[in-house]
């Protein structure tokens, strides 16, 4: 299991920027590939990118290009940089284990997510 804490939400405007942290513990974290989700009002959570232990990187279209994962181990801090942001990127962002984009959404505990509200 793995226990994190998300934070860097805020509001902002269209075109502006963000960066997430998520501060996980437990040696799951350390060596599982893990992911930004979000979930915006009436639709499914979904992975948005992931980073493995080593800083291989995937990303779903509809950030690719906007968005930048990265960790730091000896900080066990996931970030995600989020430039060029649009109203549909509103959302709660979570992190959890994660590669494949469009793959099962892990079940078991989440965090309480850092809201991100992109207006107009």
């Known amino acids: 299991q793995v226990h994190v804490v998300e934070s860097g939400g805020g509001l902002v405007q269209a075109g502006g920027s963000l960066r997430l942290s998520c501060v996980g513990s437990?040696?799951?974290?350390?060596?599982?590939?893990m992911g930004w989700y979000r979930q915006a009002p009436g639709k499914q959570r979904e992975l948005v990118a992931a980073v493995t232990s080593g800083g291989r990187t995937n990303y779903a279209d509809s950030v690719k290009g906007r968005f930048t994962i990265s960790r730091d181990n000896a900080k066990n801090t996931v970030y995600l940089q989020m430039n060029s942001l649009k109203p549909e990127d509103t959302a709660v962002y979570y992190c959890n284990p994660g590669w494949v984009v469009g793959g099962p959404i892990p079940s078991g505990s989440w965090g309480q997510g850092t809201q991100v509200t992109v207006s107009s």
């Open positions: 437990g040696i799951i974290f350390s060596i599982s590939a």
